[in-house]
């Protein structure tokens, strides 16, 4: 089989310039892909090898990541900013045929685009592949599974709680591996459960770590104070304010869209960025004593990530739609390139059900 390879284009749309990697002929069943934080489309690049030409793969770079425009991120819109962005990219007929349904595939943050892609065009979604996807409750500062706040200002969210080291490391261009906090360190330690399986695309996947824009208005963003543990609330600009459970809350009109196309959840059981045991959240950091002055379980407990992902989906199925839930033993926060051939299959079932356009009854759970 002809390996994939992907070409980059820039287009304009949603007024600014966004880079964009290109794979397959133009009439192939559409594909999707939007990565994550700290990423850009290069992080695929492992992935679309895998895949069959018959495929017409179309993965955009997100604002402040890769070689797209560095456009500020309005956080009060939760992740819209993005999700507007990708919208404008389904109807460019250079990269996508008319009417194009694709199966949107989308990782960590770019899986909180995908979903709400999914309830502002639900029209253009033919199916939804989350690879370990954030919450759709945002990103920490809940205690349950229905998303209620620990505290009033989500305390302990937003752009307050980023390891300022590693901030600088990525304006830096760091590419060493003699902190903890340097890009590389991060990148084999927290995105894959087992380095050795970064392989020869290792410093390829840290170039997409290292294009992503720092700054007040991109990543990590603005943070205000608060006088709850730990003093710090989101802002309103910037990439982990988008992601906060302040302004990226969408379970409700995720279970209430009038189209709702087949979802596929896959995950790590290893994951130690989404999880609920989070390595990334500070209740949980607290609960180790790695974070001083945590007020205990009943104040500020650790955020049930995967339960509430769970939770959301099967009110969708309950309301109409169906998921399929995939967990990976041993895998990390990025199953596309821990588990490959897994992936991929559950990719291409995807694409099938997108290309017949018709339901499929898919196990909740």
Not at 155 to 172: C, I, S
Request: aromatic share 6%; proline share 9%.
């Amino acid at each position: 089989m002809p390996r994939m390879e992907t070409e980059q284009r820039t287009v304009t749309a949603n007024g600014i310039t966004q880079a964009v990697r290109v794979a397959g002929p133009p009439d192939g069943t559409p594909v999707l892909l939007i990565h994550g934080n700290c990423s850009s489309a290069l992080f695929w690049e492992p992935l679309v090898r895998r895949l069959p030409p018959t495929l017409r793969v179309v993965a955009p770079d997100l604002r402040g990541y890769g070689d797209s425009e560095t456009a500020p991120v309005d956080a009060t819109r939760g992740l819209r900013d993005f999700a507007d962005d990708v919208a404008a990219l389904l109807d460019d007929p250079t990269l996508f045929h008319a009417d194009a349904r694709p199966v949107v595939v989308g990782h960590s943050l770019g899986g909180g685009v995908a979903m709400r892609l999914l309830v502002d065009r639900p029209d253009r979604v033919g199916a939804l592949l989350l690879a370990a996807p954030v919450s759709p409750y945002g990103f920490g500062g809940t205690r349950d599974l229905t998303g209620t706040p620990t505290t009033p200002d989500f305390a302990g969210t937003g752009a307050g709680t980023a390891n300022l080291d590693f901030v600088a490391r990525l304006a830096a261009g760091d590419r060493s591996a003699d902190t903890p906090a340097s890009p590389r360190a991060v990148l084999r330690a927290t995105y894959v459960a087992d380095p050795a399986s970064l392989g020869a695309d290792e410093d390829l996947l840290l170039d997409t770590v290292l294009s992503t824009a720092t700054g007040d208005d991109n990543y990590p963003g603005t943070a205000v104070p608060s006088e709850n543990w730990p003093g710090t609330a989101p802002g309103e600009r910037g990439v982990l304010n988008a992601l906060a459970p302040t302004w990226f809350r969408l379970a409700d009109e995720l279970v209430a869209v009038a189209e709702k196309p087949p979802v596929t959840w896959v995950r790590g059981d290893a994951d130690v960025i989404v999880s609920d045991t989070s390595l990334f959240d500070l209740a949980y950091l607290g609960s180790l004593d790695l974070v001083p002055g945590w007020p205990g379980a009943d104040a500020c407990p650790p955020q049930p990530m995967i339960g509430q992902t769970r939770a959301v989906l099967d009110r969708y199925a309950a309301a109409g739609g169906a998921y399929h839930e995939v967990v990976l033993p041993g895998c990390g926060h990025s199953p596309h390139l821990e588990r490959p051939a897994e992936f991929v299959a559950e990719l291409l079932a995807l694409t099938g059900v997108a290309a017949a356009g018709t339901a499929v009854q898919l196990s909740a759970g």
